[in-house]
């Protein structure tokens, strides 16, 4: 059985750092692309960074960018997100993702979701 368990959420205090980490298993998640979703309340759910099976391609949503870094541990079947700096519209529900395919490209189909982890923000 598939199961990908994030863990790190919480409160903090804008311009302050977490960061998550996603537990993979019951399959070989090295082999595939992972990333990163958020939802915040009353709004969709948008992709916040992915990262290839290496680590070698990263791609950010550009509210993200040079504040948040996605990284992985293919030894021991664990996804990092790094936030730092962070805003009180980062607030969200944020889920660890496995793709299907190993890189990364437009429009990827996500093939397992964690059961999401809540962050809030407070300014």
């Known amino acids: 059985q598939v199961q990908l368990l994030e863990s790190g959420g919480g409160l903090v205090q804008a311009g302050e750092a977490l960061r998550l980490s996603c537990t993979a298993s019951?399959?070989?998640?090295?082999?595939?692309?992972m990333g990163w979703f958020r939802q915040a309340p009353g709004k969709e759910r948008e992709v916040v960074a992915q990262i290839s099976w290496r680590g070698g391609i990263t791609a950010y949503a550009d509210s993200v960018k040079g504040r948040f870094t996605i990284s992985r541990d293919n030894t021991k079947d664990m996804l990092y997100l790094q936030m730092n700096n962070l805003k009180p519209e980062d607030t969200a529900v944020y889920y660890c993702?496995?793709?299907?395919?190993?890189?990364?490209?437009?429009?990827?189909?996500?093939?397992?979701w964690g059961q999401g982890v809540q962050v809030t923000v407070s300014s």
């Open positions: 993702v496995g793709y299907g395919i190993r890189t990364v490209v437009p429009d990827m189909e996500v093939e397992y």
């Open positions: 019951g399959r070989t998640f090295s082999n595939y692309a």
